[in-house]
Every structure is written in structure tokens, then in C-alpha cells.
């Protein structure tokens, strides 16, 4: 039996972290069906700090969303920050291919990751995880592997 929280209801994010173009960079932008629907997404090249995380959120055609328009509540922005901060952060120190979070869920109150793919880098001699292949333990032993940080990112589901 797997008993979660539920998430109070909020914005649909995708915060994803990845290593698959010429630098490492964040990907911020409405999650959800609002990814492919809207097009609307924030690339930030990793290193970053959290005023350029920031910036780039509030530059989204779609920040009025997360901003509070329309006499809906600003969502927490700071929390959503942080999310992204950490993906970015764990991809770089754990030397991981990817970190999608998708959807986190901003709200007022904060943001939540309630779904979470985590990709190793394959090393030299070493085969990587095969889409599938592992099922659940293939996703928890690169949880494991990936360490602190990655756990850390995935404790709020």
C-alpha cells in the first residue's frame, strides 16, 4: 500500500534540469497539458542564482498566472525558486543527465514536485538505465544512487 499527500490545488510548473544541449540549463515554464499546449517555457543556463530564476519565471508570457491576475492568489515564487535552484543544483553536484519535475504545484502556500523523473549519466563501462527496463526499482536505485539532494527534491510528493 503507497499512502501520499495530496497536494492542495495550485499552478501546474514543469521545472526541469538537463544536460542534453551545448551548456547545462533549467527549463521553467506551465506544466501540465500548458507545456506543449502554450510553448511558453524559460531556458536559464546552469550555474545560476535565484534573482535569475526569478527574472526568467517572471518573464513568461504566461507569469500573470503565477503572479496573481485576473484576482487569483500570487503563487508562492520564492518556493518555486527554490524547487528549481535544487533540480539545478542536483543535476551539477550528482553529475545527473536529468531532473524533470513535472508538474510541481505553486500555490500560495508554496510549491510541491509531486511527479519526478531522475536520469543518471552513464559512465564509461557502465550500461545507463533503459526506459522501462527497471520499473519502480530502476527509478529508485537512481534515486539512490543520485543521493541527499535528489531525495531531498523528491520529499515533497
Given amino acids: 500500500m503507497l499512502v501520499e499527500q495530496m497536494a ?13 544541449a551545448v551548456v547545462p ?20 543556463p546552469l550555474p545560476c542564482g535565484a534573482q535569475r530564476v526569478e527574472r526568467a519565471l517572471r518573464a513568461l508570457r504566461g507569469a500573470g498566472v503565477l503572479l496573481g491576475a485576473r484576482r487569483r492568489a ?10 528549481a535552484l535544487a533540480a ?11 531532473v524533470e519535475l513535472n508538474p510541481v504545484i505553486a500555490g ?3 510549491a510541491v ?7 543518471l549519466r552513464a559512465r564509461s563501462g557502465e550500461q545507463p ?11 529508485d536505485r537512481a534515486v539512490d544512487e543520485a543521493g541527499p539532494a535528489v531525495r531531498e527534491v523528491r520529499a515533497g510528493q
Avoid at 8 to 20: K, M, Q, S
Avoid at 113 to 119: E, L, Q
Fill in 8 to 20: 492542495e490545488p495550485g499552478v501546474e510548473l514543469i521545472v526541469a534540469a538537463r544536460r542534453d
Fill in 25 to 44: 540549463a533549467l527549463v521553467l515554464g506551465l506544466g501540465g497539458a500548458f507545456t506543449e499546449l502554450l510553448d511558453d517555457v524559460a531556458i536559464v
Fill in 74 to 83: 500570487a503563487v508562492d515564487l520564492g518556493a518555486v525558486v527554490a524547487v
Fill in 88 to 98: 539545478g543544483r542536483a543535476l551539477l553536484e550528482l553529475d545527473l543527465e536529468l
Fill in 108 to 110: 500560495p502556500g508554496g
Fill in 113 to 119: 514536485a509531486v511527479d519526478a523523473v531522475v536520469r
Fill in 129 to 139: 538505465l533503459e526506459a522501462g527496463g527497471g520499473g519502480d526499482a530502476g527509478l
